[in-house]
């Protein structure tokens, strides 16, 4: 049974977004957190990720067989199946991308998401978009293998600003990082 | 991310996992069907910028204890961005579409500390802080739009200041720079005049004019033409910057129509109830009659010299009322050449400065409903989306 | 004073003005009634003051994105008053009733500007502000029980922080200074433990416990006994302080005791589900079953050991959907004693640390709902009151 | 026919509520207000306080006729018809009494007020209590003889926490300052 390492994916997304100087005092304090945090866990999402993964719908989530891939405004788009907060592709963004004058935060909380399309697993990142007051424009909450505070990177009640201007929470968007 | 009045949503999913489950013989042939290769990860996108501003575009205010200003085109009814306007703050737009400027106050600590009075511009494409200019105070009201004003093609800035004694901070926004305060008593909401500086409503019932420009600001008034406490003006009112030309409108339905300068003129008033064919608005109690009302009550269209006005029945003294009917007065005309019923009765109107243009309405709730201003036809409905007020682009 | 979402009281007036005049006649002997003397001016008075705060009060925050901490004596439904709690705050209540502590993040300006985080210090009687206390950071979430803790009888403060590495800020409230800060990998919620300094759950699924008294922390780790991804401990539970006792509850109703200690001791699980007579919740898709949920799903009383639960009917990863159901476990007893329906789905539960305990419980729009926890009974409901976290006075 | 002066009222207030040496700031602000503005408005509430006031149903509001005594959470109750904003009295405090933690503005707006009981019409200072977040509890907006921004003594809009520690408006208070 495969594991999902949600810290070695940590690094790697950090890896791919956090890039560049100004980022350098939340790379240094995250680097700290990875190294001094032996004990992170593994999220067993084998269903998913296993070499014959089972995407039948008996194996799936209630969000993921009545998720849809065609309307990112709506809760029920697949890559939404962890996030919290309003959509950003609701307050001038889209699915990705922030809207005006917001920044990504390099981190995130993340899940794992199932497409209907090709019912494939994908890792999303849900980045938020900090430093503009709560856009409070659809809002969803997605719960798919979300948890507990002691687990914050798959937690997604945290505010995850960090390492933006301003920790203001905006709107949060799903990036997708790759299959989970 | 927790928020305050979510759909709770989930739950609703969990109570319906039950009929999910019973479809699932539908579902499970497409939950198989895949394609060859897996989807492409994202690219880092910067975030989203803005054209310059457009006509078709409407700014609203979230309202009373909310952050922050929507835009939305109402060509389409999409919400493009947030302009971060404080609370109690107030927003003005360059002229040329350049800066979108805040008048704030902001407190050091939240609701507590250090008061700090200021202009904040923001960049239009980016929507990004671009730099701060302090100023003495400003007034803490709900938003107006005839509080704080740009003049001179945008190069300078009126806030007007109630500490309680009223004056007015002039601004050099070229330069960045807090220039003086002038004293006003007893008079409030300001217009641009050109060359000379601002005219304002006044407690006497007079409009007074300010000459800005030299060592000692020159203040002088027009004899009183309305009665501030009787019959007053509604503070919000529609002004043709171009021409100089204000058309105000009073508690019982006085129109009153003023052409602005060194010495202004103002015209005799008429009725909007005569113009529509109703009796005239009075100010003794028990008579029921149609009133002009709400917050933001009148809206101006200054190509057509239309006003949009919200009215609604009442006796007098109910000038905050919302409006269930909209009234299309052709001002020049003297008549009401429309009336449009409302489906939920509104607290603001605007109307894009558009040849084809679009009446926008709110309500307490925040609901906001676009119209077509010619047929009065509904185009969108936006729920919850703000209740402060409502502004348009304006030449 | 404009503000959002209210009621167009006045425009309803205006609509029944006509029904209020055909009623003239039988009001007009009332309004000519007369006494002989007026009214004589109001006296001035200072503002309201509180006694130390009580075992029958509930401390109801507003909610996400709004401001203040609510409180309502639970014997007459009545709001006492408001304790200044910003955004994403976290109130502590001295448990000999001396202070009010407010551990937030505030900005210099607004949204933006410099960073302070802090511990605020209310008086209890006038709730007027006593001291801040600087700290070098804290967790920004909306509030949880177990991120700002009082423990040595409210000599010492424990703030969770998060910055992403997470780590506890010591702060000794009687000399008003921040101490140091204890670095704490993978663990967060934490539980004040008397003489040693604070236990706290682990992403490994141990109960991490720190001494924390020494130049260096000592940290030390139960052997795990929960799968934090699989069947995850939910970060809200019951602590009886005195006797250092803990309720634990999983995703899928696995009720967990320890008494806390330098070494804890932790009980061997049993179902909720199975306690009520109906089916174990699993963590497998497809199975709809009763689950607990919520944000802030269950509730202690510590008198008695019965922990109030919100339960749904769902399947499994619906954890943060509302209740429907309270079920009242006897924790000792290992028996769900009684299950209360209600009329509103509720997200919070608290309750009241009386004899005759009242549940609290609250949805997404605010509503507040006070219950006999002995008969389920409904004593108030109250509109629109805060949708954030509930808290009572603890022995 | 008697005029209503309310700007002699405004000194009124003061010199009863404004005492002591902490308000001097504001005492010497409002001094220049009242010096500098000859031309303050006189409002026309002669049907209510002339010699032979005409109280009789047919010269009252829609607000005035509809008015009660007893209950001083309610938009209805007499005193608060032209008051804007969230009711003390529901907030912790009371009719004239801030809730805890709140301060009392010294200035005000004001309104007249017919009261039921007697048919008097009396004089109400519509005092702010701030320096707390918005109560936002029993929402009112009483409109008798309220006018605009030129004349902001009476205007319900503007925040009348002027000579507080703090700005931040809370509740309104409906003082009781004498017949009109």
């Known amino acids: 049974m495969k594991t999902f390492n949600p810290d070695a994916m940590g690094e790697k997304l950090l890896r791919r977004f956090a890039g560049g100087t100004s980022r350098r005092g939340i790379l240094a304090r995250l680097g700290l957190a990875l190294v001094a945090a032996p004990v992170f866990p593994v999220l067993p999402v084998s269903r998913a990720s296993a070499a014959k993964p089972d995407r039948s719908p008996e194996a799936k989530t209630a969000f993921a067989r009545s998720a849809q891939s065609k309307d990112d405004t709506k809760c029920d788009y697949w890559r939404y199946c962890a996030i919290d907060g309003s959509l950003c592709s609701c307050c001038g963004g889209a699915v990705n991308r922030c809207p005006p004058g917001a920044e990504h935060s390099p981190v995130s909380w993340v899940g794992t998401c199932i497409n209907p399309d090709d019912g494939r697993a994908y890792l999303i990142a849900y980045r938020d978009c900090c430093g503009k007051a709560y856009c409070n424009k659809c809002d969803c909450d997605g719960t798919d293998r979300e948890t507990q505070l002691y687990v914050p990177q798959l937690n997604n009640d945290v505010i995850w600003c960090f390492g933006t201007t301003s920790m203001e929470y905006h709107c949060s968007t799903a990036v997708l990082v790759g299959t989970a | ?395």
Request: hydrophobic content about 40%; charged content about 20%.
């Open chain 2, 1 to 395: 991310m927790m928020k305050v009045q979510r759909k709770s949503s989930l739950s609703a999913k969990a109570k319906h996992a039950a009929i999910a489950i019973s479809a699932l013989a539908l579902l499970a042939s497409a939950g198989t069907a895949r394609a060859s290769d897996p989807l492409p990860p994202d690219q880092e996108l910067e975030a989203v910028t803005l054209p310059a501003p457009k006509p078709s575009w409407v700014f609203v205010d979230r309202g009373f204890a909310s952050l922050g200003t929507f835009i939305y085109d109402t060509d389409t009814g999409k919400l493009l961005g947030l302009i971060e306007t404080s609370d109690i703050s107030d927003l003005a737009i360059d002229p040329a579409g350049k800066a979108y400027y805040v008048s704030e106050s902001l407190w050091s600590k939240g609701w507590r500390g250090t008061r700090q009075d200021m202009i904040t511009v923001y960049d239009p494409a980016t929507l990004k802080l671009k730099t701060e200019i302090p100023i003495p105070g400003r007034i803490l009201i709900d938003s107006r739009k005839f509080n704080f004003i740009l003049s001179d093609e945008g190069k300078t800035a009126y806030v007007y200041n109630l500490d309680p004694a009223s004056s007015v901070n002039v601004v050099d926004l070229a330069k960045g720079k807090f220039v003086k305060k002038i004293e006003l008593p007893g008079c409030a909401s300001m217009m641009a005049v050109t060359g000379i500086g601002f005219s304002a409503l006044c407690s006497d019932g007079s409009l007074a004019t300010v000459k800005t420009a030299g060592a000692k600001p020159e203040i002088t008034r027009s004899a009183p033409f309305f009665s501030a406490t009787n019959d007053p003006i509604f503070d919000n009112f529609g002004y043709d910057r171009a021409k100089q030309q204000v058309v105000f409108l009073s508690y019982t339905g006085q129109v009153y129509t003023a052409k602005l300068g060194a010495t202004p003129t103002i015209a005799e008033p008429f009725s909007i109830q005569a113009a529509a064919g109703v009796p005239v608005g009075e100010t003794k109690p028990l008579v029921v009659n149609w009133y002009p009302g709400a917050r933001q009550g009148n809206a101006y269209h200054i190509a057509s010299g239309h006003l949009y006005v919200l009215m609604h029945m009442g006796e007098y003294w109910s000038h905050k009322a919302a409006g269930t009917e909209i009234w299309d007065l052709d001002v020049a005309a003297k008549k009401v050449v429309r009336r449009i019923p409302l489906a939920e009765e509104a607290g603001r109107i605007a109307v894009t400065q558009e040849e084809n243009a679009k009446i926008v309405v709110t309500n307490d709730v925040g609901n906001i409903t676009i119209l077509d201003a010619k047929t009065g036809e509904e185009k969108f409905k936006l729920e919850k989306s703000g209740s402060g007020i409502l502004q348009t682009l304006e030449p």
